[in-house]
C-alpha cells in the first residue's frame, strides 16, 4: 500500500474509472439489498473494507503506467489469478 499511495499527492480524475466503479457500487448496493430481502442467507460485508476510491484510482493510474506493476503487491496465487483473469478478459474482447 505504501508503494501505490503517496500522501499529499494528487491525480487527475479519470471519468472512466469513476464510471466503472460507480457501476461496481451500484452492483455492491443492490446485492446487498438481494441478501437483505432474502433475511441474509450471506453474511454481511464489511463496506469499509471493500472499497477506497483514492486507493483504487492511485491503483488504476499504476496500472495505466506500468500494467505489470501491480503484480509486485501479490502472492504467487493472487498472481496465477490475476493472470487467467486477464487472459480471459483478453479472449472475449477477441470474439
Same mark, same amino acid.
Given at each position: 500500500?505504501? =508503494?501505490? =499511495?503517496? &500522501?499529499? &499527492? #494528487? @491525480?487527475? *480524475? !479519470? ?7 460507480? !457501476?461496481?457500487? /451500484? /452492483?455492491?448496493? !443492490?446485492? *446487498?439489498? %438481494?441478501?437483505? %430481502?432474502? /433475511? ?5 460485508? $464489511?463496506?469499509?473494507?471493500?472499497? /477506497?476510491?483514492?486507493? %483504487?484510482?492511485?491503483?488504476?493510474? &499504476?496500472?495505466? #503506467?506500468?500494467?505489470? @506493476?501491480?503484480? $509486485? ?6 498472481? #496465477?489469478?490475476?493472470?487467467? %483473469? =486477464? ?5 472475449? #474482447? $477477441? !470474439?
Amino acid at each position: 500500500m505504501e =508503494k501505490i =499511495k503517496v &500522501e499529499g &499527492e #494528487r @491525480s487527475q *480524475l !479519470q471519468p472512466d474509472v469513476a464510471h466503472a466503479f460507480c !457501476q461496481w457500487q /451500484c /452492483c455492491f448496493r !443492490q446485492s *446487498l439489498h %438481494l441478501n437483505q %430481502l432474502l /433475511c441474509f442467507p450471506l453474511p454481511e460485508p $464489511d463496506c469499509s473494507r471493500l472499497y /477506497c476510491g483514492p486507493l %483504487l484510482h492511485q491503483l488504476s493510474a &499504476e496500472l495505466r #503506467r506500468d500494467p505489470d @506493476s501491480i503484480t $509486485d503487491l501479490m502472492n504467487e496465487d493472487q498472481r #496465477r489469478l490475476y493472470y487467467t %483473469l =486477464k487472459h480471459m478478459n483478453w479472449a472475449v #474482447r $477477441d !470474439q
